[in-house]
């Protein structure tokens, strides 16, 4: 078995980012989907248009977002188990900072159109809102676990470099006071 390169609590971040990964996954999808089976609207001259692409331009950067959640997360668990973790805690925070910004941004326009969908109000039965507020859910959950992700990998990296410091340090024994 190979050794973990990262604290326990760090680990299970991970594994609750992967969690809130899949609800805002299945939401997101359900979302799209809903999207494209949506009938065809009809232009101010009768002709039909198709909603396909819209719903392609309004999905694309929530895709985006969750895949790139997606793979930062694998690859910071798999170097877990490897020495390189320590190595890459910089670019971690500055992948972590900048999904978050996106996830953030996601999970305001999921909850956003789920509050335009009935004015304000929550339709129980109502499926397509129901996929909205997961997907709002599942990107809000991914948030949090960035925030503790940033501020677990950056105290990682501020006790790492104190640590380098005092390692070149000859050893102090202890010398009482003269006053």
């Known amino acids: 078995m190979r050794k973990l390169h990262i604290h326990p609590v760090g680990l299970g971040l991970l594994v609750c980012g992967f969690l809130s990964w ?23 001259d009768g002709s039909s248009l198709s ?10 950067g929530e895709w985006w977002s969750i895949w790139f959640e997606f793979f930062l997360l694998v690859i910071m668990f798999g170097t877990c ?58 990107t809000v959950l991914m948030c949090i676990c960035n925030y503790a992700l940033i501020i677990f990998v950056g105290l990682g990296a501020a006790a790492a470099q104190q640590g380098g410091l005092h390692l070149n ?8 006071s003269n006053f």
């Open 22 to 44: 899949i609800v805002a996954l299945g939401g997101l999808a359900a979302t799209t989907q809903f999207c494209r089976t949506q009938p065809d609207a009809t232009g101010s």
């Open 51 to 60: 909603l396909s692409v819209s719903c392609a331009q309004q999905y694309q």
């Open 81 to 138: 188990f490897v020495n390189a973790f320590d190595r890459a805690r910089f670019i971690y925070l500055a992948y972590l900072s900048l999904v978050t910004v996106l996830l953030t941004q996601t999970a305001t326009n999921f909850s956003t159109d789920s509050f335009k969908l009935h004015a304000g109000t929550i339709v129980y039965k109502d499926t397509k809102q129901s996929a909205l507020n997961a997907a709002a859910a599942g």
């Open 169 to 176: 340090s000859p050893e102090t024994k202890y010398q009482p």
